[in-house]
């Protein structure tokens, strides 16, 4: 690298654009990037797309082409982390050695700290990647933290490396795109989603480390990240699970405000009536519905002449007076044997470790009790044809088999799995759609949010599927086959 070809070297940034997809997952996937990435295996063009596609759409990123002389030379990134931001730089192989990094870097740093409002850049760099580390340094940065990843920042005001200090002041008020809830120092680095942390582990419910990935997918619901998750299936019993995961801790961010609305008595009150029919038959007596957010459901339970109780993981507006714990079952404290009923309703499906949880239901419910609990249906065309579990929020995957293992192992019985779709009934008529769409070989991006954005033929063809779905998926039918979306199970603790 010559000062010249330094001092001559003009880059300027420009957003990337879907474009710009191909030649990314080219750099990307460039044998010097991978070893300098945190996931240093290559990325298959389906992964890449799909990831690609989302970080277009998302508020809390921002990515660059760094262009030299009008010529693509790389690519910067920027993960919005309240007011800072995490940078991550790739630059094209036939560019590397001429300065571009320390350039783009420059590049990038007056537009956050001078457009975006951003208080610091910060970047994490494997000890070994000496050539990042000597951009990131040239361009400013300072290392606050040794050892692997090298931690640099770059704060507002900070002199730059001409001398000149870089203008701009930090933004008071909402950030560009929503930061992301929650973030904390990443273990494992997957897909460079800050903020996600991930784990791996066994089958909750025979411990079995074979599995094969049944598909893969990100979060079609809220596009929190980008990652695209594997939702795989044990080889050995048969139950569906993602892995690798979110932590505990990390799992938080998938949950935003508005997956919490509309549980009130009002607005709910017909799923309550319903799911309070599976209660009629037993004599009343004391009753702890897990996962109760607000209490809603014990307050219709109250008014069948059932003694209420309710525990939550977190914590909620406690409307109506009913003694509510907070916290993970196992934790809480319960008396053995004190139970005439627990309920569960759509909540199994979050938990990271549904087997604690059916044991603890096995220990405090009175010999004679029933637990009724809903799932979701690994076995529904729903799940088989278009993959709809709500992908990270739902952590496992339940069938009538799996169910009744999970019950021997705690001492219960499956007296019954209704099958009728009444309680919740997923959205028949998108099976066909997405099923369509994924065959075709469209992104989940495109299947799920941009629709309108489709060639003509696929819109078509989706309109096609949905009509399929209305036709041909009869909730009495799905009963009947025992392939219905949703799953209620009642099992009883022999007296
Ligand atoms: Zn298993």
């Known amino acids: 690298m010559t000062r010249g070809h330094e001092r001559d070297l003009r880059v300027s940034l420009r957003e990337v654009t879907l474009e710009d997809s191909e030649r990314i997952w080219r750099w990307r996937n460039d044998a010097e990037t991978r070893r300098g990435s945190f996931d240093e295996r290559e990325i298959p063009f389906d992964e890449h797309r799909e990831w690609f596609e989302a970080t277009i759409q998302r508020r809390d990123r921002r990515m660059y082409v760094a262009l030299a002389g009008g010529a693509e030379a790389g690519v910067v990134r920027l993960d919005f982390e309240e007011s800072r931001a995490i940078v991550s730089i790739n630059i094209a192989p036939e560019w590397r050695g001429k300065g571009i990094g320390k350039a783009a870097l420059g590049a990038l740093a007056e537009r956050a700290f001078a457009e975006l409002g951003l208080g610091q850049l910060v970047a994490r760099v494997k000890a070994d990647n000496l050539g990042s580390r000597k951009a990131f340094e040239h361009a400013g940065f300072q290392v606050v933290r040794g050892g692997d990843p090298v931690m640099l920042t770059l704060a507002i005001n900070a002199p730059r490396a001409d001398g000149r200090a870089h203008r701009g002041q930090v933004v008071e008020g909402p950030l560009p795109g929503p930061p992301m809830k929650g973030t904390e120092s990443p273990q494992v680095e997957v897909g460079s989603s800050a903020g996600l942390v991930l784990e791996r582990v066994p089958c909750n419910l025979c411990g079995s480390d074979e599995s094969r990935v049944m598909y893969r997918k990100p979060d079609t619901r809220y596009w929190i990240s980008p990652h695209v998750f594997d939702a795989v299936r044990c080889r050995r019993c048969g139950l569906g699970f993602v892995n690798p995961r979110p932590t505990r801790t990390s799992i938080r961010i998938f949950y935003p405000d508005s997956f919490y609305e509309r549980r009130d008595v009002v607005s709910e009150g017909r799923r ?133 293992r999970y019950a021997a192992l705690t001492g219960l019985r499956v007296e019954r799995i209704d099958y009728s779709g009444r309680i919740f009934s997923p959205d028949s008529t998108d099976v066909f759609r997405v099923w369509l769409l994924r065959r075709l070989g469209f992104g989940w991006g495109e299947i799920y949010r941009s629709s309108d954005r489709l060639p003509i033929a696929a819109r078509l063809l989706a309109r096609g599927g949905r009509l399929l779905g209305v036709v041909l998926m009869r909730r009495q039918i799905e009963s009947l086959l025992r392939i219905g979306g949703i799953m209620v199970a009642v099992m009883e603790k022999p007296g």
């Open 272 to 404: 309550y009536d319903l799911q309070a029919q599976f209660l009629d038959g037993y004599p009343r007596g004391r009753v702890l519905d897990i996962g109760c957010a607000g209490g809603a459901f014990l307050k219709v339970l109250q008014e069948r002449g059932w003694q209420t109780f309710g525990m939550d993981l977190v914590e909620s507006k406690n409307e109506y007076g009913i003694p509510i714990r907070y916290g993970e079952l196992r934790e809480l404290g319960y008396p053995s044997e004190n139970f005439d009923v627990v309920t569960a309703w759509a909540v199994f499906e979050h938990l990271h470790d549904p087997r604690a949880y059916f044991l603890e239901v096995g220990r405090i419910l009175k010999p004679g009790g029933h637990f009724v609990c809903l799932v979701t249906n690994l076995n529904s065309i729903w799940s088989r044809l278009a993959y709809a579990e709500d992908i990270p929020r739902h952590l496992y995957f339940y069938s009538p088999r799996t169910l009744r």
